[in-house]
């Protein structure tokens, strides 16, 4: 069975071998090869220029004995493709941040997909250096968390000025949502049209809304953007919320084929309240892995035994941490190649 076949499978909750496994942030600062192109590339350099994104994407599945290649991009494309200044050093900065009608109306949503065709490039290569034998992963921000860089200009630990616009100003906080729901779906499909094997939503940030909230800014736009893509094209799309046991139902009446959890709720528990044949993604505490290999073992069979391994994608409950040791990894994931039933 190829890593493709049994990924593709596993997301259809039918038999596998064994149960997939890829990590969020894969590739990227845990690699020393990764490291070493850093020290001549940029980090814009290496995600807007296809050979080299390519070469970082696959830099991961030439060490380990991984299912899926998540393409190398960032969520923050989008918002530069939107013509919002984006840097990374020496910190995460956005500008000018989004804070009032006129700054929504100064994105340029025209010709989204043009400006972004240099991840449409970086799939297509993938899929091809891996004979169409492996799963090629593409992704995006979901409109809340991207929203919450633009409107905060950067990172931040409460989101206040996210929050205020969002209560205080409700028809324009709802009307980048609109926005970006329009721009992500058509950046998906452009991933998917490239060959991509399934696509990911990322909602880092949504996990700390109320459930009400949840209900109201998050889910009809992630729901939209799904419907959209599914017009389009059979592509199966995971929605991962950072935060998503207060979610649950919400998150999955999206539409999602797969549902991204992490490590704060039980894979068990994730199929008592949605049903056995629920299909998940995850969700190991990215800090096991700087356990004792025995420690990982004995985590990775606890986490395969509550779903036995059908219907799950095995992966981190969030991304890789960058410290994070190379062994670690290793044992991480032949545990998960070794599990039996």
């Not at 006129?102 to 989204?112: A, H, S």
């Not at 998917?192 to 459930?211: I, N, R």
């Not at 009446?253 to 991204?260: I, K, P, T, Y």
Request: net charge neutral; with cysteine; glycine share 6%.
């Amino acid at each position: 069975m190829t890593s493709i076949e049994r990924f593709l499978k596993a997301v259809r909750f039918e038999d596998v071998d064994r149960p997939p496994v890829w990590m969020m942030r894969q590739a990227g600062r845990t690699l020393p090869e990764y490291r070493s192109l850093r020290e001549k590339h940029s980090f814009w350099e290496l995600c807007r220029t296809p050979e080299l994104a390519a070469e970082v994407t696959l830099q991961p599945l030439n060490r380990f004995q991984l299912d899926a290649a998540v393409i190398f991009s960032d969520i923050l494309v989008v918002p530069a493709a939107l013509g919002m200044k984006v840097s990374f050093s020496p910190r995460l900065e956005i500008s000018p941040a989004i804070s009032d009608f006129e700054g929504i109306e100064r994105l340029n949503v025209d010709d989204i997909c043009q400006r972004l065709d240099y991840v449409a490039a970086v799939v297509k290569r993938v899929f091809k250096d891996t004979n169409g034998k492996t799963a090629v992963l593409g992704f995006s921000g979901a409109p809340f968390t991207l929203s919450s860089y633009m409107i905060e200009g950067g990172s931040s630990r409460h989101f206040i000025k996210v929050r205020e616009m969002m209560y205080g100003d409700t028809s324009n906080f709802m009307t980048l949502q609109e926005k970006l729901t329009h721009v992500i779906s058509e950046y998906l499909i452009l991933q998917a049209e490239a060959s991509a094997t399934a696509v990911q939503l990322f909602d880092t940030w949504a996990g700390g809304l109320s459930p009400r909230d949840f209900e109201t800014f998050v889910q009809p736009f992630v729901q939209q953007i799904i419907q959209t893509v599914k017009k389009k094209t059979d592509i199966p799309i995971i929605y991962y919320v950072n935060g998503i046991g207060s979610h649950l139902s919400s998150a999955a009446s999206s539409g999602a084929d797969v549902l991204g959890v992490d490590w704060r709720i039980s894979l068990s528990e994730v199929r008592r309240r949605l049903g056995e044949r629920a299909v998940v993604q995850g969700n190991l505490d990215p800090a096991v892995l700087f356990a004792p290999q025995e420690e990982i073992r004995r985590r990775v069979n606890d986490l395969l035994h509550e779903t036995g391994g059908q219907g799950h994608i095995v992966n981190l409950g969030h991304g890789l941490i960058p410290e994070t040791h190379l062994s670690g990894i290793e044992t991480f994931i032949k545990s998960v190649i070794e599990w039996r039933k």
